[in-house]
């Protein structure tokens, strides 16, 4: 069964920076085809794809978090990571990590993911 349980999230000020982590389990990221994504919400507001990460390696961000979130993983400790340094205001939201088996050379779509985390909380004070 596969788990997904996110951690790192924490209230910081504007510029400051957090590191997010995701560890999975009922997987293994070296052995088997998964898609991970990074997805936040914020009250009353849709959830928003943030990063994500392809089974070829390469990874995608939405335009507001370019150049400042960072999608990584370690196949080591089967962990994602999520690096969120010049952090504002509007970055306050629930980061939810996610994951879906994958074949296609297509990014999949965020209801094709099926299998989330609980979420962690972060929150950017100006």
Not at 103 to 124: A, L, M
């Amino acid at each position: 069964q596969v788990q997904l349980v996110e951690s790192g999230g924490d209230s910081v000020q504007a510029g400051g920076s957090l590191r997010l982590s995701c560890a999975a389990s009922g997987f293994r990221f070296s052995n088997y085809w998964y898609c991970m994504g990074w997805f936040r919400q914020a009250p009353g507001k849709e959830r928003e794809a943030v990063a994500g990460i392809h089974i070829d390696g390469s990874t995608i961000y939405v335009d507001s978090v370019k150049g400042r979130l960072t999608i990584s993983k370690d196949s080591t400790k089967n962990t994602l990571y999520l690096q969120m340094d010049s952090l504002k205001p509007e970055d306050t939201a629930m980061y939810y990590c996610a994951a879906v088996a994958w074949y296609s050379s297509r990014w999949p779509r965020k209801d094709e993911f099926n299998y989330w985390g609980q979420g962690t909380q972060v929150t950017v004070s100006s």
